[in-house]
């Protein structure tokens, strides 16, 4: 167990935040604060036990002066103000005199927020590329380091693992729930533990296939990948999307796992993608040369159904259909009213399929959406988070 911000006594310490405030911006507006809100529960945490708070995020890639302009944490600062109804004590820097001095005249329950880590990366890349000397300086501005970042907790940053090298460290809130949902999938799942797998390409989801095959009770493929799937089973696709490089990985896995491997027996198909795009349903077999699969049909969510029914823990990455077009949403839509009405641990594996389910209406219907969509495959895929593995264990 990795200790958590509760295991210290925040008063009257430099208590360094790593959030993750990487929000959606267009025409100089935030388009969804979510991920400012998720990081609430943690920073009035460390103000209400009277820690010193000093936040530090990213936002967007930085290579160029105007990619600084563009990410600016400026417009995070006036909306974090907002949601804590509190000043926020913002500085235009990410090292130098001014932040120290901003720092060192910090009172208890005060925050601050630093300019976007990333501003670092300008020369060498040095948050990125996790430069020592910058991790080195970044601890010295505090005295505790909690990472509640998990959407960067794959990656190793001077602003994660550097800072946590040299600091006392622990999770913040936001992780602490990551952990509790998905660590268990990976150790011990209740079962029946049924995966979707969606999605556009295949080689995206090697990885959590090659992981969760043996520890899955079952796979059920759609998305656009499902369709390597069928090729792989000699099923004429027409011109749906096809992941070439992957199929002989298909093969593998159809040979080796064939009862815990289920694909679409249906498929909704169009002759182009477009909204107006006239749909036709049809059972596997039938796709005609001209037609590209777009989404799982009505007899694919029946079988789908059976198996989800049984189920006692379900995880879901990629939608299983081209979601973002309204007429070819059903397929994703009618598995997120399966899982409502199933009383499984109902899990989202963050990133596009996140979107969808908020989108189509259906947050409320999961135990945990999770808000690193890189961070939780690569869990998923049973590799170790460095973001995480850096901070000190509970011995307790
Ligand atoms: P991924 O990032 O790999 O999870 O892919 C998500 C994307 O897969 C979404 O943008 C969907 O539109 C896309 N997708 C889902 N089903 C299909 C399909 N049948 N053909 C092409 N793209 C698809």
Redesign the pocket.
């Given at each position: 167990m990795k200790k958590t911000i509760r295991d210290f006594d925040l008063n009257n310490k430099k208590v360094i935040i790593r959030v993750d405030f990487n929000v959606p911006i267009k025409n100089q507006m935030i388009t969804d604060d979510t991920r400012i809100k998720e990081s609430l529960d943690t920073i009035n945490y460390a103000i209400n036990n009277n820690a010193k708070v000093i936040l530090m995020s990213h936002l967007g890639r930085i290579k160029t002066k105007e990619d600084e302009i563009k990410n600016d944490l400026q417009i995070v600062s006036e909306r974090l103000s907002k949601l804590l109804n509190k000043e926020i004590i913002f500085i235009n820097a990410t090292r130098g005199i001014e932040l120290e001095k901003a720092i060192n005249d910090l009172k208890c329950g005060d925050v601050l927020l630093m300019q976007n880590t990333r501003y670092e990366d300008l020369i060498d890349q040095k948050e990125s590329s996790n430069d020592l000397r910058l991790g080195k300086y970044w601890a010295s501005l505090g005295d505790i380091y909690i990472n509640d970042a998990f959407g960067t907790s794959h990656r190793a940053h001077a602003s994660n693992v550097g800072i946590a090298t040299y600091l006392p460290s622990g999770i913040g809130f936001l992780i602490e729930k990551e952990l509790k949902y998905l660590q268990p999938i990976i150790n011990n799942p209740k079962r029946p533990f049924v995966v979707i797998l969606?999605?556009?390409?295949v080689s995206?989801k090697i990885g959590v296939i090659k992981n969760l095959v043996n520890k899955a009770d079952y796979i059920l493929i759609g998305?656009?990948m499902a369709?390597t799937f069928l090729k792989a089973s000699q099923i004429n696709i027409g011109k749906?999307?096809v992941d070439e490089e992957n199929i002989d990985f298909c093969k593998y896995v159809l040979e080796n796992y064939a009862d815990k491997i289920i694909l679409p027996i249906d498929t909704v198909n169009v002759e182009k993608i477009e909204d107006s795009a006239a749909t036709r349903q049809c059972f596997i077999n039938e796709i005609k040369e001209n037609e590209i699969?777009?989404?799982i049909g009505y007899n694919t969510l029946k079988l789908f159904k059976t198996y989800l029914e049984q189920s006692k823990t379900v995880i879901w990455?990629?939608?299983?259909?081209?979601?973002?077009i309204d007429s070819f949403s059903k397929g994703t839509r009618g598995l997120c009213e399966i899982l409502k009405n199933i009383s499984a641990v109902k899990i989202i594996g963050g990133?596009?399929?996140a979107s969808a389910v908020i989108n189509l209406g259906y947050k409320d219907c999961f135990d945990h959406i999770s808000t690193g969509g890189g961070a939780s495959l690569e869990l998923l895929e049973g590799k170790k988070l460095p973001g995480i593995e850096v901070i000190e264990e509970n011995e307790n």
């Amino acid at each position: 167990m990795k200790k958590t911000i509760r295991d210290f006594d925040l008063n009257n310490k430099k208590v360094i935040i790593r959030v993750d405030f990487n929000v959606p911006i267009k025409n100089q507006m935030i388009t969804d604060d979510t991920r400012i809100k998720e990081s609430l529960d943690t920073i009035n945490y460390a103000i209400n036990n009277n820690a010193k708070v000093i936040l530090m995020s990213h936002l967007g890639r930085i290579k160029t002066k105007e990619d600084e302009i563009k990410n600016d944490l400026q417009i995070v600062s006036e909306r974090l103000s907002k949601l804590l109804n509190k000043e926020i004590i913002f500085i235009n820097a990410t090292r130098g005199i001014e932040l120290e001095k901003a720092i060192n005249d910090l009172k208890c329950g005060d925050v601050l927020l630093m300019q976007n880590t990333r501003y670092e990366d300008l020369i060498d890349q040095k948050e990125s590329s996790n430069d020592l000397r910058l991790g080195k300086y970044w601890a010295s501005l505090g005295d505790i380091y909690i990472n509640d970042a998990f959407g960067t907790s794959h990656r190793a940053h001077a602003s994660n693992v550097g800072i946590a090298t040299y600091l006392p460290s622990g999770i913040g809130f936001l992780i602490e729930k990551e952990l509790k949902y998905l660590q268990p999938i990976i150790n011990n799942p209740k079962r029946p533990f049924v995966v979707i797998l969606g999605g556009s390409k295949v080689s995206d989801k090697i990885g959590v296939i090659k992981n969760l095959v043996n520890k899955a009770d079952y796979i059920l493929i759609g998305g656009g990948m499902a369709y390597t799937f069928l090729k792989a089973s000699q099923i004429n696709i027409g011109k749906s999307l096809v992941d070439e490089e992957n199929i002989d990985f298909c093969k593998y896995v159809l040979e080796n796992y064939a009862d815990k491997i289920i694909l679409p027996i249906d498929t909704v198909n169009v002759e182009k993608i477009e909204d107006s795009a006239a749909t036709r349903q049809c059972f596997i077999n039938e796709i005609k040369e001209n037609e590209i699969g777009i989404d799982i049909g009505y007899n694919t969510l029946k079988l789908f159904k059976t198996y989800l029914e049984q189920s006692k823990t379900v995880i879901w990455n990629g939608p299983v259909g081209i979601f973002e077009i309204d007429s070819f949403s059903k397929g994703t839509r009618g598995l997120c009213e399966i899982l409502k009405n199933i009383s499984a641990v109902k899990i989202i594996g963050g990133g596009d399929t996140a979107s969808a389910v908020i989108n189509l209406g259906y947050k409320d219907c999961f135990d945990h959406i999770s808000t690193g969509g890189g961070a939780s495959l690569e869990l998923l895929e049973g590799k170790k988070l460095p973001g995480i593995e850096v901070i000190e264990e509970n011995e307790n």
